[in-house]
């Protein structure tokens, strides 16, 4: 487990997961909205971004958060690893909610700086509309690549639990002590 893509809707808890899984790891964290926006929520030129995303995606070892689908390619490419959390739409509208009004007019540490919390409606929007079919699209990319990556689907605030409690922790030197999967 030396390059893992963390996938997954709003509100799954991918840059949790990401943060946590590199703190026990010992792996580099790159969280794609932190990359991506720009101050004032603004979109960046799209060059510029995947330049950025691929030199991420091109180091030896990372765990990488978000779905970005013009740069997921190369990144699924590049992983050894691939974890999908496929919450329920309930959990995730509701974690959506409070880390916005916990968060409101300020910034998370998995944003670019002067890109505050703010209540969106158009974003509820997306979170319900289409994810069945952005979900059919995740499911479709992690079928091409079973069987030679490790594929982990995770659907419960448990097994999320249950997965980073059964990792053991590597060394501050980084020696690979799991070997799971191909």
Same mark, same amino acid.
């Given at each position: ?14 840059? +949790? !997961?990401? +943060? ?14 932190? =990359? #991506?926006? *720009?101050?004032?929520?603004?979109? &960046?030129? &799209? ?12 180091? /030896?070892?990372? =765990?990488?958060?978000?779905? $970005?689908?013009?740069? =997921?390619? #190369? @990144? ?9 959390? %496929? ?6 509208? $509701? @974690?959506?909610?409070?880390?916005? !009004? ?7 540490? %998995? ?5 505050? /919390?703010?209540?969106?409606?158009? #974003? $509820?929007? $997306?979170?319900?509309?289409?994810? *069945? ?18 594929? =982990?689907?995770?659907?419960? @605030? @448990?097994?999320? *639990? ?5 990792? *053991?922790?590597? &060394?501050?030197?980084?020696?690979? !002590? ?5």
């Amino acid at each position: 487990m030396q390059r893992v893509m963390i996938l997954g809707e709003p509100g799954s808890g991918k840059s +949790t !997961l990401a +943060t946590a899984l590199g703190a026990k790891q010992k792996l580099p964290v790159v969280h794609l909205d932190r =990359i #991506f926006w *720009q101050p004032g929520w603004q979109e &960046p030129d &799209p060059a510029t971004f995947k330049a950025q995303h691929d030199r991420c995606a091109s180091e /030896e070892r990372w =765990i990488i958060d978000g779905i $970005y689908w013009k740069t =997921i390619d #190369f @990144r699924a490419q590049r992983a050894d690893t691939i974890i999908w959390l %496929d919450l329920p739409l309930w959990l995730r509208l $509701y @974690r959506v909610l409070r880390r916005t !009004l916990i968060t409101l007019g300020k910034s998370r540490p %998995d944003l670019a700086p002067g890109c505050p /919390e703010k209540f969106d409606f158009g #974003f $509820y929007h $997306y979170i319900l509309i289409g994810h *069945q079919k952005r979900n059919q699209r995740i499911s479709s990319l992690l079928e091409k690549f079973e069987g030679t990556k490790q594929v =982990i689907v995770l659907r419960s @605030r @448990r097994e999320v *639990q249950q997965f980073l409690e059964g990792l *053991q922790e590597r &060394p501050v030197g980084g020696g690979d !002590l799991e070997k799971s999967g191909p």
